[in-house]
């Protein structure tokens, strides 16, 4: 019963991005030898955008829709509750960690780089505000990018956050998050099992975010548990069965901090 099921909430979340993700695929480059590349879709009346993050190396699958991780598989539901998006590959030049970024170089100023480039370009391209947005390795890049540019951009989200990184540290709480002076939005799953991401670090995120004007946290529950480990997709690590309510939930905190 659970395969049928996984195999359900598989094929919808394909037909969804299938039916809101025909874009364009941009390289960019932003640093002397290396380029980024990202996936830009613009629905119909967005009233902002958002560059999206994967977790693990950040490396999603630009041209399927409907692949493994959160962003990578769910990201037809962005633009269907009006947001224009991007979802960001790795750089050309990083491919020594699961293919992709390592957790310390998304924390660089060479990362910032190539981050700044694509929400410059969002920027000029959309005129709208630009957010941005990572899920667990992937917050390292948002996180940090939103310490060093929080100029630049009129937001963040931060899912299922790296808090507690297995090789020591707190993870993105080592940054100055208290720099932030844009809306922070902190999003878990009360059951991910995931070591490195438990779900208190949501309220630790957003009480260090002390110099944002509205920094919140935010739980969710249900959902399947189909993963082989418990910071694979398909787990509450990833929201595998509930990613249309956490990311309508994303669109709406976006919107009611959104001038």
């Known amino acids: 019963m659970r395969a049928v099921l996984k195999i359900i909430l598989a094929a919808a979340l394909v037909f969804s991005s299938a039916i809101a ?9 932003a640093r002397p030898g290396a380029s980024v590349d990202f996936l830009v879709v613009e629905p119909k009346n967005p009233f902002a955008a958002v560059v999206l993050f994967e977790g693990g190396g950040g490396t999603p699958d630009l041209q399927s829709p409907g692949g493994r991780g959160f962003m990578n598989g769910s990201r037809g539901l962005f633009a269907e509750n009006g947001l224009d998006f991007s979802l960001v590959d790795a750089p050309s030049d990083q491919t020594g960690f699961r293919g992709g970024m390592h957790p310390l170089f998304r924390k660089s100023e060479a990362h910032a780089k190539d981050i700044a480039a694509v929400v410059a370009w969002m920027k000029k391209k959309t005129k709208l505000p630009v957010w941005v947005a990572g899920i667990s390795l992937g917050t390292y890049s948002a996180a940090s990018y939103a310490v ?4 630049d951009i009129a937001g963040v989200v931060l899912l299922s956050s790296s808090t507690r990184p297995p090789r020591g540290g707190r993870g993105i709480l080592d940054l100055k998050l208290d720099r932030i002076r844009a809306p922070l939005l902190a999003i878990a799953h009360r059951d991910d099992a995931c070591p490195g991401t438990p779900p208190a670090g949501a309220i630790k995120i957003a009480r260090t975010a002390a110099s944002s004007p509205n920094a919140q946290a935010k739980f969710f529950t249900g959902g399947e548990d189909a993963g082989r480990h418990p910071c694979t997709p398909e787990t509450p690590h990833t929201f595998f069965g509930i990613e249309e309510e956490v990311i309508s939930a994303i669109a709406k905190f976006i919107r009611a901090n959104t001038k």
């Open 21 to 29: 993700t025909k874009g364009e695929i941009v390289s960019l480059k």
């Open 148 to 151: 060093r540019g929080n100029r």
